[in-house]
């Protein structure tokens, strides 16, 4: 059914599909670009072995494919006449309703996330036996921490900074991202919701499967994360506010900030 929808471009120029299309889909190359520096420098630190796929090396990437993201959201809104914090749209005096909603979204969207790391691996191996059922878990997830061999190759300051900065910069740059930029820009370029929503939560879902141990890990990555990314773009549909979806999002990759300092300080 085609509707139509106001949204927060209506305040500048409704950009055309071909725009929020392709920013839906860009920061699987820029995670790829950063996943790739992050290999050449590790291996000129005499660390061959490195793998930038893994959690620590990963978080290095993502945080300077967030700052590059930044600049691009920085820019488009610029153009509508509009700044980052007014997307935001961050309220004092809603400050402790939009932080117990973030709690809420956080149990609500996890428990929804565990039904594709549940499901997928056995629709893919089809376990018979408890033997089976764990040996297939373990190919679906295992090496995701591989690199622990391979941290003492990050500065232990490099590493402090990142994990500092990482939940306070990622939460927030892929909810504007996704959520409140390229999600209602495409509502309202074809005239359709569920559009702005599905190819809002595809992109949120492809780049996940970049941080998969396996090509099994991979698709149920990208099920639990588009599942993830479809449910919070119900919700900013619903409550027409950021800060709670980053919220939920923030204390989700909470523990892979600390990863990072931790083995920092441990050497």
Avoid: C
């Amino acid at each position: 059914m085609n509707v139509t929808i106001r949204t927060d471009a209506d305040a500048g120029t409704t950009p055309r599909v071909t725009t929020p299309l392709a920013m839906a889909f860009v920061r699987t190359p820029l995670i790829l670009l950063g996943m790739s520096v992050a290999f050449v420098v590790f291996v000129a630190r005499g660390y061959p072995d490195a793998l930038p796929l893994a959690a620590t090396t990963s978080t290095i990437a993502v945080t300077v494919t967030n700052v590059v993201n930044l600049g691009l959201l920085r820019r488009l809104l610029h153009r509508e006449g509009r700044r980052v914090r007014a997307l935001i749209g961050f309220n004092r005096t809603r400050l402790a309703r939009d932080v117990g909603w973030g709690f809420v979204w956080l149990f609500a969207f996890y428990a929804l996330f565990v039904i594709p790391l549940v499901l997928v691996p056995l629709a893919i191996f089809q376990p018979t036996t408890a033997a089976e059922f764990q040996a297939a878990y373990a190919q679906t997830f295992t090496g995701l921490y591989a690199d622990l061999q391979t941290t003492n190759a990050i500065p232990a300051w490099l590493g402090i900074i990142v994990g500092v900065s990482f939940p306070f910069l990622n939460a927030p740059v892929e909810e504007l991202h996704y959520r409140g930029w390229v999600q209602p820009r495409l509502a309202a370029a074809t005239g359709r919701l569920s559009v702005g929503i599905a190819i809002a939560a595809l992109g949120f879902g492809l780049q996940h499967i970049l941080f998969a141990a396996s090509l099994a890990g991979a698709v149920t990555y990208f099920f639990a994360f588009v599942l993830w990314g479809g449910a919070a773009g119900l919700v900013y549909q619903r409550q027409k506010r950021l800060l709670p979806l980053i919220v939920a999002h923030f204390l989700t990759n909470l523990p892979f900030g600390v990863l990072p300092v931790v083995f920092s300080l441990t050497g």
